[in-house]
C-alpha cells in the first residue's frame, strides 16, 4: 500500500482522546459512540492522549512498551507517583517531596496503646463532610473463610479518628486471623455488638437525613469513602446510597482493568509511594490510604462542564441526535467535544462542596 495514502486517509479517522486510527469514518463515529471519552480521562502530559486508567498511562509512559517520545521526557522530568510531567528537572525534585505521601503515625500510637477504642460517634455537623470508613474481618463458619466484621475505623478529611471499634460479631468466631488482624478473644468479648456499631456508623452517615431522601447534590448526609465498600457495608449489615460512596476498588481511573480492581496495598505504594497492610492491620491505616487517594483524585484540575456526565438528560442525545452522515462530517475534534465520561469524576465533589 502507498504510506502517504494510508497515513492521510487514516488521519482523518484518529480519534482525538485515544489516537486509534480506524479505516473508515462510520468506524470513528461508532468507536466515539461507545467510548465515553472526556476531559476527566487520565491523559499523558506529553502527546495528551486519554487513557482509560492510571494503569494504562503508566504502561504507555514506562512499559512494557511505552512510546518512545514520551518515555523520554517521562524520565527526563515526568513524576512516577502522580504521572504528571513538570517543566523542569528541578521543578520535578520540588513536586516529587510534595506529592509523595507518608503515612499518618496517629494508627501506629493507636496500635501500640493497643486502645482501639472511640466509640462516642454522635451527629455533629462540625465534622466534615466526607469520612472514610474500613474494617478488619475475623473468620466465621466451619472454615473460617466466612468475613465477620470485629473492628471498625471511621476518619475525617483530616485523617482524625472519628470512630475506632472493636466489634462483637453476631455469629461464632472459627478464626482469629490473628496474624494479619491482631485480634484476640478477649478484645470481642466485650465489645459493642454489630448492630450498635452499623446503627451508629448509619446515622452518623445520614447526619439527620432520612435515608431514602439523599441525593446526590445538597443535603447534610455525608459523602463515604473507602475501598470495596460493598463488601465492608454487606459485612456490618449496612446500606448507603451509592451517590454517597466514593471506591477506590471501583473508580474506572484507579482500575486495574475495567472489570478489576487494584488492591489498595497496590494503589498506596503505586499512587501514594507508600507501604500499608505489612504486618499485623489496622484498619486506620487503611481509611488514611483511602482518604489520601480520594483527595489526590479530587483535586484533580479538569475543565468544567455544564452536564459533565453521559447519563444527565442533556447529554441523552449527543450522538442520537444527529444523522450518521452529519456525524460522519465532523471532525474527530467536535466528535470529541459532546463526548461526555459515564462515569462520575470525583473532581465534580470539589465543585459543589
Ligand atoms: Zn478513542
Ligand atoms: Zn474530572
Ligand atoms: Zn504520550
Ligand atoms: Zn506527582
Not at 448507603?240 to 471501583?250: E, L, Q, V, W
Request: some cysteine.
Amino acid at each position: 500500500m502507498d504510506p502517504s495514502y494510508e497515513s492521510s486517509d487514516t488521519l482523518r479517522n484518529k480519534c482525538a482522546a485515544c489516537y486509534r486510527q480506524f479505516n473508515k469514518k462510520e468506524h470513528l463515529v461508532e468507536h466515539m459512540r461507545i467510548s465515553y471519552h472526556s476531559v476527566h480521562e487520565p491523559m499523558c502530559g506529553v502527546c495528551r492522549k486519554h487513557c482509560r486508567s492510571f494503569e494504562s498511562l503508566r504502561e504507555h509512559l514506562i512499559g512494557p512498551l511505552p512510546k518512545a517520545e514520551c518515555e523520554r521526557i517521562f524520565k527526563e522530568r515526568g513524576c512516577d507517583i502522580c504521572l504528571t510531567i513538570l517543566g523542569s528537572r528541578s521543578a520535578l525534585r520540588a513536586h516529587r517531596d510534595s506529592c509523595l505521601s507518608r503515612p499518618n503515625n496517629n494508627g501506629l500510637l493507636y496500635r501500640m496503646a493497643n486502645l482501639g477504642i472511640q466509640d462516642d460517634l454522635r451527629i455533629d455537623n462540625s465534622r466534615g463532610r466526607i469520612v472514610s470508613l474500613a474494617c478488619k474481618m475475623v473468620g466465621g463458619g466451619s472454615d473460617g473463610s466466612l468475613d465477620l466484621c470485629a473492628r471498625v475505623c471511621l476518619i475525617d478529611e483530616h485523617e482524625r479518628i472519628l470512630f475506632h471499634s472493636y466489634i462483637k460479631p453476631n455469629l461464632p468466631v472459627t478464626s482469629y486471623r490473628y496474624e494479619t488482624t491482631g485480634i484476640r478473644p478477649e478484645y470481642l468479648r466485650d465489645a459493642m455488638p454489630l448492630r450498635n456499631v452499623s446503627r451508629k456508623i448509619q446515622e452518623f452517615l445520614c447526619n439527620g437525613e432520612p435515608i431514602w431522601q439523599i441525593r446526590s447534590k445538597g443535603g447534610r448526609s455525608r459523602i463515604l469513602v473507602g475501598h470495596g465498600l460493598d463488601h465492608d457495608l454487606k459485612c456490618l449489615e449496612m446500606e448507603y446510597p451509592a451517590i454517597k460512596i466514593r471506591d477506590t476498588a471501583k473508580y474506572p481511573p484507579l482500575m486495574k482493568t475495567s472489570k478489576l480492581s487494584n488492591s489498595l496495598k497496590y494503589l498506596t505504594k503505586a499512587y501514594l509511594g507508600y507501604d500499608i497492610q505489612t504486618g499485623v492491620q489496622d484498619p486506620y491505616e487503611d481509611c488514611v490510604a483511602t482518604m489520601k487517594l480520594y483527595k489526590r483524585m479530587k483535586s484533580q484540575f479538569h475543565k468544567k462542564e455544564n452536564y459533565p456526565l453521559s447519563s444527565d438528560p442533556q447529554n441523552k442525545n449527543n450522538f442520537a441526535t444527529w444523522r450518521q452522515n452529519e456525524l460522519e462530517r465532523m471532525s474527530p475534534e467536535q466528535l470529541l467535544d459532546f463526548s461526555r465520561s459515564d462515569y462520575y469524576c470525583w473532581c465534580l465533589d470539589s465543585q459543589d462542596i
